[in-house]
């Protein structure tokens, strides 16, 4: 195994009220079996922050799905880095495809994202991941460096000590059940890892500091054979995250 952090981290996306949290915890807590060297999150909703690292008694790590770039300021409806630490997250996601598509958010505000989570020691989760019609036409790989290049512009630094995490998350393969198979995760992840070598090293930094996590239609079935692929350092799991019991089998079967 590599020498990369391994994640697995829970998107509840907007989804969950206080009370179904409460359920969700009250399961959760009752089989969850910690993993030496596995960092286990969730990124909730905002409201719900202080409630899911109360409720997980600081098991796990606690996230947001998104983080604004400035402290303060008149930015309506965005959240900044410093309230976001102010709720002990340690991690954030930026540029999920969601936000790509719903809300037009563009490579460039999600390197300015993940930079400003840097600056606060909250790792960015930075996604990207092409869509089906670009999967269709052959130029995965094209759309997967532009986006990983033009995502992680700013977030690579001489002597940096908290390194982003990417999650390659095929927009094709996001709650639609169709994972992608086993040698397309490998080749994906081989190539970010082979791009990521070419800038740590240009900084003098290690190899191993950021790790790449698969994201799409993760469950019980397909984890322990995607986990067992040394290009995967965990993963990024949306519709399985919300399911208490399914989740702790994920943990339980990857790694
Ligand atoms: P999914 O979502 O596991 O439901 O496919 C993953 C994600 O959107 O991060």
Redo the contacts with the bound molecule.
Sequence with gaps: MSLRKKFILG?W?MNLTSEEIQRFFSDFNESYNPKDKLNVGIASSYPYLELVKKLSMDLILTGSQNIHFENSGAFTGEVSPLMLKDFGTSFSIVG???RRQYFGETSTVVSKRARAALNHNIIPII?IGESRAEFEAGTTFKIIEEQLIESINNCLFEGQKIFPVI?Y?PVW????GLSANKEQVDAVHLFILDKLTNLLTNLKLSTDSVSVIY????NTKNCGELTRLESVDGF??????LKPVELNEIIELSF
């Design positions: 998107n996306k999920h495809s969601e996604c999650a998350e393969a996001i709650g639609t994201g799409g239609s993760v990024l799991i949306g519709g399985s995250s």
